[in-house]
C-alpha cells in the first residue's frame, strides 16, 4: 500500500499539522458540511458555524486521531486501534462509509491550501492513499 518512504513522509507532514488540528480539522469538516450539506444530518445537535466550539473540537479529534494512525500504518495495530472507531461510527453514530471520502476529499483541499507548495505531488498522493486506508478501516464495522 504505501512505501517506507511514504510512511516516512506522512508522519513528517502529520507531525507538523497536528499543532494545527484544531484549525485545520475544522475547516475541512465546515467545507464538507457546506459543500455536501447532507452530511450536517449526524452532526444537526451541534454548532456547526465557522470556528465554533464543536466544529474545533471534533476537528482537532480527528486530526490527532489521523496523526496518530502514521505511526502504525501496515500493522496490525493499525485496525486494532481504529477497532473502537469504527464500531462508533457504525453503531453509535450511524455515519454512512460515503462520508468518510467526502471528509477524505475536503481534508486534502484543506492541506493544500493550508500548506502551499509544501504539499508536494508526492504528499498529495500518500496522504490520498493513507485517507482512503483510513476510511477503509473505519467502515469496516458498517457493512
Not at 475541512?28 to 464543536?54: C, G, I, N, Q, V
Not at 457504525?90 to 455515519?95: E, G, K, S, T
Request: charge should be positive; charged fraction near 25%.
Amino acid at each position: 500500500m504505501l512505501s517506507a518512504r511514504e510512511r516516512e513522509l506522512l508522519i513528517e507532514l502529520w507531525d507538523r499539522l497536528t499543532p494545527a488540528a484544531e484549525d485545520i480539522g475544522s475547516e475541512a469538516l465546515l467545507r464538507m458540511f457546506t459543500t455536501f450539506p447532507k452530511t450536517k444530518t449526524y452532526f444537526a445537535h451541534l454548532d456547526l458555524s465557522a470556528r465554533s466550539e464543536h466544529l474545533r473540537s471534533i476537528g482537532k479529534r480527528i486530526v490527532e486521531a489521523i496523526a496518530e494512525g502514521t505511526r502504525h500504518i501496515g500493522t496490525a495495530q493499525f485496525t486494532a486501534n481504529l477497532s473502537y472507531l469504527s464500531r462508533f461510527h457504525a453503531y453509535q453514530l450511524r455515519i454512512h462509509p460515503t462520508n468518510f471520502k467526502l471528509f477524505n476529499h475536503c481534508m486534502l483541499v484543506t492541506l493544500a491550501c493550508y500548506l502551499g507548495e509544501d504539499f508536494s505531488p508526492r504528499a498529495h498522493a500518500a496522504t490520498d492513499k493513507y485517507l482512503s486506508a483510513y476510511a477503509a478501516v473505519l467502515a469496516e464495522k458498517f457493512r
